[in-house]
């Protein structure tokens, strides 16, 4: 059956996923103006507990990874679905500052749970050899929401400004709960589960595992480039460089675009390589992309908005091959039918930038020649961590599950 086939008998989970991620792209980018807007909370406080309440979530991490052995991946996405649709309910009546950290903990902690189900979900559905071309199209699917839901936020602000706000906090609670409705009639194959003997996976037979630690090291490591379009140039652009205030836009249009349209050409160019190439070539690109994002305060004014624009470009291809990639290669690593404990380690390699990447780079841009040697030193310790995914050669026999699995992974063409 071909990969559209597949996805078609899918069309119901792959529907949870776009009206969840929707949800996202219409109130994500507008979270801390509520704070600041409706909520009348100064905004400096209001992202210090919204950081704080996030960064408390990795507590659960572990805890995560066990709930998925114990009750699947499907009874752990809709927990989440749950838990999100009333962690945002709560956000009208965060009245305090604990109360902002302690809703930003139960929606960021939902997150987590979530990001710990989700690829161990596609394993019960995709073959070792279609892991990269499920995780290309489920990029295609979240990133093509995510932006037209910002759009859609963007429109909202515009025409209603703080009772769009509200309308968006609404509608993506309301999208938490629809996927989980969705999600409710999705027949989940059976797992291939571990013989009696074996021992369970857990968290800290992943934290011992090297080549998987390597893996997730290095791409946490290069996910602080991802922020750079998004994040950074809207500010560098217009604060710094005195860039017209549409260039941000054309930016992370153009970031959107360049995924949406290219993930799974990239993908099915990129099939017949290993995925140690694939991920050694991403992390080449953003290094590329980096050096370019030096030299744009250099060029002629009328040159600098072109140019954040090419490295919007680079990074998203660097990206869009770089993260299918990386998911396909922790799920084959993880011990087959026992994957939560590996996955809820492995959603790290997105949420420690989307956390603490924000503050990082905003205080960054005070001195952004030293930002972008930070970022470049980030990349190059990728490059090293993904080297040491490979441990020193020993027989087969003796490697443990997951590194044999990565040998055999590693010598595919």
């Given at each position: 059956m071909t990969g559209a086939g597949r996805f078609r008998r899918q069309r119901r989970l792959f529907l949870s996923v776009a009206i969840d991620t929707f949800g996202s792209g219409v109130f994500l980018p507008l979270s801390l103006l509520f704070f600041v807007t409706v909520q009348h909370f100064p905004a400096a406080a209001a992202g210090t507990a919204v950081t704080v309440g996030s960064i408390a979530s990795f507590a659960v991490v572990p805890l995560c990874g066990r709930l998925v052995q114990a009750a699947g991946p499907k009874s752990c996405l809709l927990v989440s679905n749950v838990l999100t649709a009333l962690g945002y309910g709560l956000?009208?009546?965060?009245?305090?500052?604990?109360?902002?950290?302690?809703?930003?903990?139960?929606?960021?902690?939902?997150?987590?749970?979530?990001?710990?189900?989700?690829?161990?979900?596609v394993a019960r559905f995709a073959k070792p050899a279609e892991l990269t071309e499920w995780f290309s199209a489920v990029?295609?699917?979240?990133?093509?929401?995510?932006?037209?839901?910002?759009?859609?936020?963007?429109?909202?602000?515009?025409?209603?400004?703080?009772?769009?706000?509200?309308?968006?906090?609404?509608l993506n609670?309301?999208?938490?709960?629809?996927?989980?409705?969705?999600?409710?009639?999705?027949?989940?194959?059976?797992?291939?589960?571990?013989?009696?003997?074996?021992?369970?996976?857990?968290?800290?037979?992943?934290?011992?595992?090297?080549?998987?630690?390597?893996?997730?090291?290095?791409?946490?490591?290069?996910?602080?480039?991802?922020?750079?379009?998004?994040?950074?140039f809207p500010v560098y652009l217009v604060a710094s460089l005195h860039q017209a205030a549409w260039w941000p836009t054309v930016v992370v249009a153009v970031r959107?675009?360049?995924?949406?349209?290219?993930?799974?050409?990239?993908?099915?160019?990129?099939?017949?390589?290993?995925?140690?190439?694939?991920?050694?070539l991403s992390i080449g690109a953003v290094a590329v992309a980096i050096a370019l994002t030096a030299?744009?305060?250099?060029?002629?004014?009328?040159?600098?908005?072109?140019?954040?624009?090419?490295?919007?470009?680079?990074?998203?291809?660097?990206?869009?091959?770089?993260?299918?990639?990386?998911?396909?290669?922790?799920?084959?690593m993880a011990p087959k039918g026992d994957e939560g404990p590996y996955m809820s380690l492995f959603q790290l390699t997105w949420t420690v930038s989307y956390a603490v990447g924000p503050a990082v780079i905003g205080l960054g841009l005070q001195n952004p020649p030293l930002l972008w040697t930070a970022l470049a030193l980030c990349v190059a310790a990728a490059a090293l961590a993904h080297r040491l995914r490979t441990p020193l050669r020993r027989p087969t026999a003796q490697l443990p599950h997951a590194a044999r699995d990565l040998r055999e992974e590693a010598e595919v063409p």
């Open positions: 956000f009208f009546a965060a009245g305090n500052l604990p109360a902002v950290a302690a809703v930003s903990f139960l929606v960021t902690a939902a997150d987590r749970l979530y990001g710990a189900a989700w690829p161990t979900l990029t295609v699917l979240k990133t093509t929401s995510l932006g037209v839901g910002t759009l859609g936020a963007t429109a909202l602000m515009a025409l209603a400004g703080g009772d769009g706000l509200r309308v968006a906090l609404a609670s309301a999208s938490s709960l629809l996927a989980a409705v969705l999600l409710l009639g999705v027949a989940v194959p059976a797992a291939e589960r571990p013989s009696r003997r074996a021992a369970r996976s857990n968290t800290r037979a992943a934290l011992r595992d090297r080549p998987f630690m390597s893996l997730v090291a290095s791409q946490t490591l290069l996910s602080a480039a991802w922020l750079i379009p998004t994040v950074a959107y675009a360049t995924a949406t349209t290219l993930q799974m050409r990239i993908s099915r160019r990129l099939s017949g390589w290993s995925r140690s190439r694939v991920l050694r030299t744009v305060s250099t060029a002629p004014h009328a040159l600098q908005g072109p140019l954040a624009v090419l490295v919007a470009a680079v990074l998203a291809l660097a990206e869009l091959a770089s993260k299918p990639t990386a998911a396909a290669a922790a799920v084959a």
